[in-house]
């Protein structure tokens, strides 16, 4: 498999652009490319170039040759909303979201979460996760880069998704719809997941009150950084590209 690269800085033909430090460190340390190899680069905007590459110093340049308007994004845009997870499961949630397809993730703050994260440290942690996402780009053949939004308290980001057109769900054991008894969405939908211990009673009436439908995801009880991931899986299978 060819190796790819997310370039930070605009591809345009015929330029020669520098890989960034990670993933020249990357290319040449690990996969041990050098000078004359390959690699696929994106910028994030759709479509990718094909690329040679030459050594330069501890950094690698490459050379773009031919564009491929390949598009793998899916016919259905799936906002992810994460109750913030303990320890760092919220990278795995990003890493997996990522691969499945998801347009966006907005991480919230819920009454359980047991992160609280604020000012300089939030901003920190989203930058990790957009690198996250990066590189689960580059493994999974995205081209375009899902968004990572700052991390907002629950009532705040409920305010704002009221007034958003789109289908919305919150994960809620015990609901006795499930996505199955749903008609194929028009619209974006956004999945609200609770934290560690679920959303309390109070969160799910102002959830329900923003028009988010309780679906169930069967009979187990799913742990949270699982229960997005499966209904995101399901999801695709229904009415996205699987």
């Given amino acids: 498999m060819i190796p ?13 652009v520098e890989l960034a430090t990670e993933a020249s460190h990357h290319a040449l340390k690990v996969l041990r490319l050098g000078a004359g190899d390959t690699a696929i680069l994106f910028d994030g905007r759709g ?12 950094h690698l340049r490459a050379s773009l040759i031919e564009f491929d308007d390949a598009d793998r994004e899916p016919p259905l845009a799936i906002t992810l909303v994460q109750a913030l997870p303990s320890s760092d499961k919220m990278d795995l949630v990003v890493q997996k979201a990522v691969e499945l397809g998801v347009g966006s993730i907005q991480p919230v703050t819920a009454k359980r979460s047991v992160i609280r994260l604020s000012g300089e440290r939030a901003q920190r942690r989203v930058e990790h996760w957009r690198k996250i996402a990066i590189s689960a ?13 700052p991390i907002l308290d629950l009532p705040q980001y409920l305010g704002m998704a009221a007034q958003e ?13 499930s996505l199955r008894d749903m008609a194929l969405p028009t619209a974006p939908v956004y999945l609200l997941v609770g934290p560690e211990g679920g959303f309390e009673e109070g969160e799910l009436l102002a959830a329900r009150a ?17 229960a997005g991931l499966g209904a995101v899986a399901a999801m695709m299978a229904l009415w996205g590209d699987w």
Wanted: glycine share 14%; net charge positive; hydrophobic share 30%.
């Fill in 4 to 16: 790819r690269f997310y370039s930070p800085i605009p591809l345009n033909p015929g330029a020669t």
């Fill in 47 to 58: 479509g990718q170039w094909r690329a040679k590459l030459n050594p330069a110093g501890k």
């Fill in 137 to 149: 780009c580059e493994q999974s053949g995205r081209n375009r880069v899902p968004l990572i939004t």
């Fill in 165 to 177: 057109n789109g289908l919305r769900f919150v994960c809620a054991p015990g609901a006795t719809e």
């Fill in 210 to 226: 923003a028009g988010f439908q309780p679906i169930g995801l069967g009979p187990r009880v799913l742990r949270t950084e699982t």
